[in-house]
């Protein structure tokens, strides 16, 4: 599924690429929580961040939003715990032509990765739907 991008994140992803010499694969801005997420390529969150932070830090400045970096995988196991560090399994499955992310997390982690009111999972489902093609993401 290819991925569209209003003008908005055109602007932001292009700002992002020029300071920190950095490929963008997908950016979603939520005004709600003032937080822009960007996916980047396997291997680049280093140069992304900067040294000390600064590429970070200096864009958020400029922008005047917070900012949050994934690294991009081709291996759905890899992307999603990417997405969801506190992660200690991923399992994939696909049922009656719906594929389903299947993600186990301890007990105590469970409300920090669903996030107030379902906003980290939405992200997460958002992200994993438009870079990998999920249907379903489930936190067990």
Known sequence: MPIIFDTESIRLVALFEKLTGVSVRDCIIDNNSNYVYFVI????????IGKKGNSVKNTENLIKKNIKIFEFSEDID??????????????????????IVEVIVDKKNKA???GR????????KELLQRNHDINELTIR
């Open 41 to 48: 390529d396997e291997g680049d969150v280093g140069r992304a």
């Open 117 to 124: 009111d379902g906003r980290h999972l939405k992200l997460y």
């Open 112 to 114: 920090i990765v669903i």
């Open 78 to 99: 890899k992307f999603a715990k990417n997405l969801i560090p506190q992660a200690n399994s991923v399992r994939v499955r696909n049922e009656n032509g719906r594929n």
